[in-house]
């Protein structure tokens, strides 16, 4: 069965650094990725997703993430972070035709 | 389109007590889900759904019942209501082939 870590449970930053959220994952076959985002007292929303292809895949709001085999890793990154990018944020894994599986979450502050 | 809705937003219960929480979405997805989210735990599967008239356990299934009669709800039961379900309840639906889900606001329910 798949399983998702991600290792910082609470991730302070300030505002204009750059950021790396870690996630890893151990699954035996095929996997595809995603990264939510919570916001306070919201629900989840899709941040962005690998299901095939480019290793590298990038957000509409300036996050990428890498889509690393060898290393079972899929860590999300940011080059310049805002106050708004305040939220939580889950790694989650899905085999083929399985619900997903989602990490504990990383909580970011940015800090003005 | 409205997406996923949840009702209640808010309830709380006194032990014993039952309730029913209601789960729509408009979107017309074959997939439907129930998770649980506590603090520190990230989001935890209750039950899901592939499709109407379907239903089938997650990881964490104990003291909750579900029914998709129609496809476009997902009723999530408790029958007795325990203090260890005190929790936020989120309802999700997604497409096969897609894997990505799409989630509703939250229930937040308190069992005193």
């Known amino acids: 069965a798949q399983s998702v870590t991600q290792l910082d449970s609470q991730v302070p930053v300030f505002e204009e650094a750059p950021v790396e959220l870690r996630c890893n994952y151990s699954s035996s076959v095929s996997v595809y990725l995603f990264w939510y985002v919570q916001y306070p007292n919201q629900g989840l929303q899709l941040l962005l997703k690998?299901?095939?292809?480019?290793?590298l895949v990038e957000s509409i709001n300036g996050f990428e993430a890498e889509f690393n085999k060898s290393q079972t890793s899929f860590h999300l990154r940011k080059p310049s972070v805002h106050i708004s990018d305040t939220a939580e944020y889950f790694c989650a894994v899905s085999e083929r035709n399985t619900p997903l599986v989602f990490g504990k979450g990383t909580r970011l502050s940015v800090i003005a | 389109n409205a997406g996923v809705t949840q009702t209640p937003k808010f309830r709380v219960l006194k032990t014993g007590q039952s309730m029913t929480l209601l789960c729509a979405q408009d979107?017309?997805?074959?997939?439907m889900y129930w998770y649980r989210q506590d603090p520190g735990m990230g989001l935890r599967l209750i039950h899901y759904?592939?499709?109407?008239?379907?239903?089938a356990k997650g990881e964490v299934p104990d003291g909750y019942n579900v029914s998709r009669l129609k496809k476009q709800n997902f009723l999530l039961g408790l029958e007795s209501a325990a203090p260890s379900q005190t929790s936020v309840y989120f309802c999700?639906?997604?497409?096969?082939?897609?894997?990505?889900?799409?989630f509703g606001p939250g229930t937040r329910l308190t069992v005193t």
């Open positions: 690998y299901l095939s292809g480019s290793t």
């Open positions: 999700a639906s997604g497409r096969p082939l897609l894997y990505e889900q799409y």
């Open positions: 759904s592939v499709g109407e008239g379907t239903t």
């Open positions: 979107m017309n997805h074959e997939y």
